[in-house]
């Protein structure tokens, strides 16, 4: 099974030819399965795929609720193998961002782990506990903990960096969520039940899975697309495809994303 893995950074929108774009990348690297994040709904891009012969989750079905924001975007699979679509985890803040079906026997999920900085105003101002990341990272490891034959993959904005093998997050921005984050990422990354598929592609000479641009550290790297398992059936080989964050003309104009797609491939 050969399975793509994309954040397509299109939550504010893509434009029709930038989706052609984007969609011919995927048909290039033509994968049986693809999961994506930062999908915009109602452009038109998973029915644009759905062309090609990827079947795709609903993943507008599921309501943002309280935590409305102005960017439309979800995660969400397309499949050439035939799919069953299942529940997202309960008790999370978007459901739109956590997307599971069942291909082949397999439980595969989609997910896009907010970043915290920019729910916490809007939280406060509905009178809610500001905990986002955090709730959405524990969602996930209850998720992958919950069964065998489970694989879950995204941007998780998470772990910043790797020391001495093990990979270390982000501090959370509440001090009462620090130890609970810090324990949630140790599970999930560094875990003897859950394999981290990539983690041995993080070492400081490789190009990071994203383009961080802009802030205080603006060359910092970033291995924020990850790929975790439960399934013992089978061999994961994972491989970042840098060279589809820029357009083919390789001029640095266009980008089609932000993200470096993670290619897997399971024998």
């Given amino acids: 099974m050969r399975i ?12 029709p030819a930038k ?15 693809v999961l994506l994040q930062e ?7 998973l029915e644009r795929l759905a062309a090609h012969g990827y079947a ?3 993943p507008a079905k599921h309501p943002i609720g309280l935590w409305e924001n102005k960017k439309k975007n979800a995660a969400a699979i397309a499949s050439r193998l035939p799919m069953t679509e299942l529940s997202p985890p309960e008790g999370l803040r978007f459901p739109r961002l956590f997307s599971v079906a069942k291909i082949g026997g397999l439980e595969i999920a989609s997910c896009h782990i907010p970043n915290a900085s920019g729910f916490n105003s809007v939280a406060k101002k509905l009178g809610l506990t500001p905990d986002i990341k955090v709730t959405h990272l524990e969602r996930a490891l209850e ?5 065998q034959g489970r694989l879950l993959a995204g941007d998780f904005n998470e772990p910043d960096f790797f020391r001495d093998g093990r990979a270390i997050g ?5 001090a009462t969520d620090r130890d609970r ?8 990354m560094n875990s003897d ?7 041995h592609l993080h070492a400081k000479s490789d190009e990071p899975s994203h383009w961080i641009k802009s802030g205080p550290h603006p060359d910092r790297k970033g291995w924020f697309d990850h790929a975790l398992s439960t399934d013992k059936s089978r061999a994961w080989s994972a491989t970042y495809l840098h060279e589809l964050r820029s357009s083919r003309d390789n001029e640095g104009k266009e980008r089609y994303s932000d993200h470096s797609p993670l290619l897997l491939v399971g024998s």
Avoid: K, M, Y
Avoid at 21 to 27: P, Y
Avoid at 39 to 45: E, K, R, Y
Avoid at 143 to 147: I, K, M
């Fill in 4 to 15: 793509l893995n994309w954040n397509i950074h299109g939550a504010s929108g893509i434009r």
């Fill in 19 to 33: 989706q052609a774009e984007i969609i011919a990348a995927i048909l290039h690297v033509s994968p049986d399965v």
């Fill in 39 to 45: 999908v915009p709904l109602g452009a038109g891009f």
């Fill in 56 to 58: 795709t989750t609903e």
């Fill in 143 to 147: 998720w992958l903990s919950a069964g």
């Fill in 170 to 174: 982000f501090e959370a921005t509440r």
């Fill in 181 to 188: 984050q810090r324990t949630i990422v140790d599970e999930l």
């Fill in 193 to 199: 039940s859950i394999t981290h598929l990539c983690g």
